[in-house]
């Protein structure tokens, strides 16, 4: 199993982009897929997750949207409104709906290789 992330870059303050997470290698359409991020000098944080509904962390609620195509076998994370605070590592994980608290890092099974965005003031 592999989830493959891309989109990530460097935006001013206030721009938009829109990261992608392919998995290939099995299904996730019953299951959860999420993003978390590591910024610089931080740990691992929690950002969104779907899982039959969509959950985010307090800091990008509003601000950013969490999507999946099951067709496709991908998510998304729209980020609207960027801050300079959002930089970071975006890693997207996926695991079972039923692995234990959506937040944590370690209920889920399969993780990307990350992408860095950057937000410049």
């Known amino acids: 199993v592999q989830l493959q992330a891309s989109g990530g870059g460097l935006v001013q303050t206030g721009c938009s982009l829109r990261l992608s997470c392919a998995a290939s290698g099995r299904t996730f359409s019953s299951g959860r897929m999420a993003w978390f991020r590591q910024g610089p000098g931080k740990e691992r944080e929690f950002v969104a997750v779907?899982?039959?509904?969509?959950l985010y962390a307090d800091s990008v609620k509003g601000r950013f949207t969490i999507s999946r195509d099951n067709a496709k076998n991908t998510c998304y994370l729209q980020m609207n409104s960027l801050k300079p605070e959002d930089t970071a590592v975006y890693y997207c994980a996926a695991g079972p709906w039923n692995s234990g608290y959506f937040a944590y890092s370690r209920s889920y099974n399969y993780w990307g290789q990350g992408t860095l965005v950057t937000v410049s003031s």
């Open positions: 779907s899982t039959g509904t969509t």
